[in-house]
């Protein structure tokens, strides 16, 4: 067991995706990144995998800073969700999920965890522009039901995410007995 993020599912849930689209101005398939923009998280090469692709370079968006309650919108608008290439256990993957968009993510420590079912997503192995790509295309091709995609992200809630490490703490206690009265010589 261990212990894992959980997601808002009241405040990250599906939006009306025709709405978000025509707010955005969206008309093409969609793909998203949501994160801190620095080179060790890598968004370079998930545009140099669009660029060698489609020549979409032209069409890349940076909408900046954005308050957290208007990401649902834009996950909602998002056919696809592309995360970093560095990650701990990313926020944003449970969001986008939350909001019924899927995943393209690399084979990052503990993805599996998050990403085990197809309606989830799809975990790159050893990514490049060239398999991010290839697996973006191939995800886009047949995308699984949002419906599904959110059912999934369901599991991550705060209290099954709470209940969990409570679980985990008090056995942990049990293991470790509990010294009191213990005096220490000064």
């Not at 090469?45 to 370079?57: G, N, P, S, Y």
């Not at 209290?159 to 010589?185: D, M, N, W, Y």
Request: glycine fraction near 6%; charge should be positive; proline fraction near 6%.
């Amino acid at each position: 067991m261990c212990l894992r993020n959980g997601v808002d599912l009241a405040l990250f849930r599906p939006a009306d995706r025709d709405t978000a689209r025509h707010a955005l101005g969206l008309t093409r398939p969609t793909l998203l990144a949501v994160g801190n923009i620095v080179g060790l998280k890598r968004h370079r090469m998930m545009i140099e995998a669009l660029a060698r692709e489609r020549r979409v370079t032209d069409r890349v968006r940076l909408l900046g800073h954005l308050p957290q309650d208007r990401l649902p919108d834009i996950y909602s608008a998002a056919d696809l969700l592309l995360v970093s290439t560095h990650e701990g256990w990313p926020n944003v993957l449970l969001e986008s999920m939350a909001c019924g968009t899927p995943v393209v993510v690399s084979d990052i420590d503990g993805i599996t965890d998050i990403i085990a079912a197809p309606e989830a997503g799809r975990i790159v192995q050893e990514p490049t522009p060239d398999r991010l790509a290839t697996a973006t295309r191939d995800f886009l091709a047949a995308l699984p039901a949002r419906a599904a995609t959110r059912a999934y992200a369901e599991r991550f809630d705060w209290r099954s995410t709470t209940e969990g490490q409570i679980a985990l703490f008090r056995e942990i206690c049990k293991q470790r007995p509990i010294r009191r009265g213990v005096a220490h010589a000064a």
